[in-house]
């Protein structure tokens, strides 16, 4: 029978990443994945260029029933450390939009190249694709893992799986299975970071919008976002709808600034001071796009004329404008959800090196654990911050 040191189900971002630390005291290490090719979130995330850390990654950034347990990962492998590996590979980066300050960095040039790098990483490592698990088990000395239907052996097992979201590149829920198996708790799952659905009776007026975007300030549940917001054909979506998204919950509502940072009274006041004849539509058109503007007169039943309206009026609509209340029926679902939310409960693990308290030689990194980050590179962070502390840990012990 076959053995390696380490096995790391998963050739994502954190199984290879793993496999770079895992293999520097020369262990044998095997990295496995069902699919064709390594890392495909990878190769599609931000649009081609991978959005691979956030300038600004620190715990408040993420969502975990424990919201303290990522701390000791994130801060020993940091955003400045990956920054570093990309230098000496001599990728070239930038930061998206720095006058927004939201710290994102992209490649200059296609997400290959961070692919590329981490395979480079982990040349260390033997890496098989198109490698079903079709079992896995512990003899009480090992782990034996069938893979294609032949056993291997190893002393220390990795579970770098991810979560459910996006299912067309191959995500599975196996992460969670192998957690149940070994007798671990898992936190229920649901998709993150996804557009938000509405009522057909909502609809009537979003729906005719889609394509139409603008900036604004999403809340659910306390917490808000100030990014774009894009009306689509089933709902809301852009940066500020799915970073609420992980914040929101069926059946609750979320809140829309339209105006964020603006004073929506004054500015239709002064308006009506200086064309008061104007139509209410088009007075909307001077604070929105057309075609919003247009659905807002119709949604709100304005009539006539600015100079129509009196300051009580105008305040009512402004209050509409910095408030309006949405009750989305649901998501888009993992289909087109960029994390998963939940996962391997974090009490069952070691926050220094991601092994499995009560299954020594057992570990979970990366998004099949319940931390899920913020849009923006915080995801990423993650996967190279659990990541490392589970190969250094592996490392040290070989």
């Known amino acids: 029978m076959e053995q390696f040191d380490t096995i790391i189900l998963g050739a994502g971002a954190a199984g290879l990443f793993c496999a770079k630390f ?32 956030n300038l600004y ?56 190249a961070i692919i590329d790098m981490l395979l480079a990483e982990a040349r ?37 799986t991810g979560g459910k979201s996006i299912p067309k590149m191959g995500a599975t829920g196996l992460g969670y299975q192998i957690a149940e198996q070994f007798g671990l708790k898992v936190l229920d799952t649901r998709p993150g970071l996804v557009p938000l659905t509405f009522s057909p009776h909502e609809l009537d007026w979003i729906a005719p919008l889609a394509g139409t975007a603008l900036d604004a300030r999403v809340t659910a549940n306390g917490t808000s976002f100030d990014e774009a917001l894009l009306f689509t054909h089933r709902g809301l979506s852009g940066p500020s709808v799915l970073q609420v998204s992980n914040y929101w919950r069926e059946g609750d509502a979320i809140t829309v600034d339209l105006l964020p940072g603006q004073d929506a009274f004054e500015a239709l006041k002064s308006e009506r001071a200086q064309n008061g004849r104007r139509q209410m539509q088009t007075a909307l058109a001077t604070l929105f796009p057309a075609k919003l503007a247009t659905a807002l007169a119709e949604k709100f039943q304005l009539k006539g004329n600015l100079a129509d309206h009196s300051d009580k009026a105008l305040r009512a609509l402004a209050d509409q404008l910095h408030g309006l209340t949405l009750k989305p029926t649901g998501s888009e679902g993992y289909r087109t959800a960029e994390v998963t939310l939940g996962g391997v409960d974090t009490n069952e ?42 190969g250094r840990a592996i490392a040290t012990q070989s």
Request: charged residues 20%; aromatic residues 10%.
């Open 124 to 160: 260390g490592a033997e890496v098989r694709l198109s490698t079903e698990v079709n079992e896995i088990r512990h003899d009480g000395h090992q782990f034996i893992v069938t893979l294609n239907g032949t056993p291997v052996q190893c002393r220390t097992l990795v579970v770098a």
């Open 57 to 112: 990654a620190e715990a408040q950034n993420y969502l975990s029933a424990n919201p303290h347990f990522m701390k000791s990962a994130l801060a020993r492998y940091t955003q400045w450390d990956f920054i570093d590996l990309l230098a000496r590979h001599g990728i070239t980066w930038h930061e998206k939009n720095p006058e927004k300050g939201l710290g994102q960095l992209f490649c200059d040039g296609k997400s290959a």
């Open 349 to 390: 693990l070691s926050s220094k090196t991601m092994e499995v308290k009560s299954v020594p030689g057992l570990y979970f990194i990366g998004e099949v654990v319940d931390v899920t980050g913020w849009l923006g590179g915080y995801n990423f962070q993650w996967a190279w911050a659990s990541a490392a502390a589970a």
């Open 22 to 53: 895992a293999t520097e005291k020369g262990a044998s290490v095997l990295v496995v994945d069902h699919a064709k090719r390594p890392a495909d979130k990878v190769r599609i995330s931000g649009g081609g260029r991978c959005n691979f850390t």
